[in-house]
């Protein structure tokens, strides 16, 4: 099934469920079953994110291997998690997609995941954010398809199947057939073009999915990658509006809707963005390959 007529970004700085639509800006109304709501985050600030703005070489350095969140990568985590938990968010999304990369899913743990505390067996991750339970929280689950741009950096390869279980319990990585990481190659960086095209499979394959709110941790150029493929899609497309780069830790809310329905593509006020407060958030966004 095509699925990828109407997207819609709210311009609201919080988080807006759709019981807060407002009748008079709506155009068009659907049927949920014709629906899913996404809420794309872009993982917390990396340590190669830090090193990245000294240039692209910087992001060539084995020490940067399956980088982890920095610091300031973990508060954006927790004030992120607080707004999605003031917002009520946690209790509508019905499943977390995660990148299988480890500052992706420091990120999923960190927003969504349950209450707890796990041993970090030597990374250097936030203890109270590390999340073990699965209680009042939605099923997080670990797919390939939403991995940055693979290939030659370091800091976009990543480490065993068998050591992201014993990091990350909660997390389901039944969906990964692979144990070790056979798609980065280290002499090859995989194109924007087919950046785009697993993009948009991902898409498609989320569609097939049963449920209708899910979140999605990813990463810079993935994201900004399908949402364009999205929007060009689209009758109209207000590229500008809708596709600036994502921050570290930055949500946006979007409604993908049956192509079959209709196709358009504007602004709406189904959903929101939240984003973190300047003084947290604020940092040098390098551009192209520096921002993954």
Known sequence: MDAFAALFRGKTSVVSPLSALD?????????????????????????HNMEGNNGPEALLSQEFFDAQLSPLGW????????????SGLTQK???????????TLQTAVGVFGGDGESQTDGID????????????????VAVELCRERLGVHPCDKRRSIS???SLFPAIDFKLIESEDDKLWKADTR?????????????MKWLWTRQEKEIAVVSHGIFLQQTLNALLND??????????????????????????SIRCSCYPGTISGELRLPADVAKENIPREEVSN
Not at 135 to 140: F, L, S, T, Y
Not at 190 to 202: H, I, Y
């Open 23 to 47: 009748a008079a800006t709506a155009k068009h109304l659907y049927s949920l079953q014709h629906c899913k709501i996404l809420h794309l985050v872009r993982h917390g600030q990396g340590v």
């Open 125 to 140: 991750a936030h203890p109270s954010l590390t999340a073990t339970a699965t209680v009042n929280c939605p099923p997080i």
């Open 75 to 86: 508060q954006q985590v927790g004030n992120l998690r607080k707004r999605v938990e003031a």
């Open 93 to 103: 999304i019905d499943l977390v997609i995660t990148s299988p990369l480890l500052r």
């Open 190 to 202: 995989e194109p924007f073009e087919e950046v785009t095209a697993r993009g948009m499979e991902f």
């Open 163 to 165: 050591e992201y279980h």
């Open 234 to 259: 689209c009758q109209t497309s207000p590229n500008q509006e809708l596709c600036p780069r994502f921050t570290n830790c930055e949500i946006r809310s979007v409604v993908i809707v049956d192509k």
